[in-house]
């Protein structure tokens, strides 16, 4: 089993920048990929970007490119979301998720609201 704890949400700016963190423990070595993801009030939840523990290769959605940037630290078993040039768009609870030779493991989700 895969325990995941996301943390770095909160209230931006337009315009301003955060940087979510999710930790992973248990049974690392079954991840194969880790991603973020977000849900919005009344919409399904989709997908933000995720980043492979081997290669490193990486996906973002159209929405966040250029904007967003996935990375880990695979020495602290942690993956990053740097969001930088945030939108009102962008509010939504934002899900940590790791896939791999277990089943799916999901955060408990971290708020993040752009307003001003």
């Known amino acids: 089993q895969v325990q995941l704890v996301e943390s770095g949400g909160g209230l931006v700016q337009p315009g301003g920048s955060l940087r979510l963190s999710c930790a992973a423990s248990?049974?690392?070595?079954?991840?194969?990929?880790m991603g973020w993801y977000r849900q919005a009030p009344g919409k399904q939840r989709e997908l933000v970007a995720v980043?492979?523990?081997?290669?490193?290769?990486?996906n973002y959605a159209d929405s966040v490119k250029g904007r967003f940037t996935i990375s880990r630290d695979s020495a602290k078993n942690t993956v990053l979301l740097q969001m930088n040039s945030l939108k009102p768009e962008d509010t939504a609870v934002y899900y940590c998720?790791?896939?791999?030779?277990?089943?799916?493991?999901w955060g408990q989700g971290t708020q993040v609201t752009v307003s001003s």
């Open positions: 998720k790791a896939s791999g030779l277990l089943p799916d493991s």
């Open positions: 248990g049974s690392i070595f079954s991840i194969r990929v």
């Open positions: 980043i492979t523990t081997g290669a490193g290769s990486t």
